[in-house]
């Protein structure tokens, strides 16, 4: 694959794209995410934004406070999976008791 500077500005995007949808589907507030990280209020704005970019440290630690592997930023778009851990990870905490509650009703 051949990097190019809009196949870079692809990705940049699709990182900044999954980084809201999962810090939103967490019910994290980007001000919260950039504080816990020991940023300035803004800067996980300014990433999904696309006007910063995170040092690879950085990159390391969002992975970690948002609990996914380095691998979920990087997956293709078009081979999404649709293994329970992927579809678990990206739930809140509040639709992950839900869900617990809706299948103990089952029993």
Do not use: H, W
């Not at 992975?63 to 992927?86: A, G, H, I, M, T």
Request: hydrophobic share 35%; with cysteine.
């Amino acid at each position: 694959m051949e990097l190019t500077s809009d196949s870079v500005d692809k990705r940049i995007q699709i990182f900044a794209d999954k980084l809201r949808k999962l810090r939103n589907g967490k019910g994290i507030s980007a001000r919260e995410m950039s504080l816990a990280l020991g940023q300035n209020v803004n800067y996980i704005n300014l990433i999904e934004n696309e006007k910063r970019k995170p040092s690879l440290d950085m990159f390391l630690y969002i992975c970690e406070y948002l609990k996914v592997s380095p691998e979920y930023f990087f997956n293709d778009e078009k081979k999404k999976s649709s293994s329970y851990e992927q579809v678990l990870e990206n739930l809140s905490e509040n639709q992950k008791k839900q869900l617990a509650n809706f299948i103990l009703s089952l029993k």
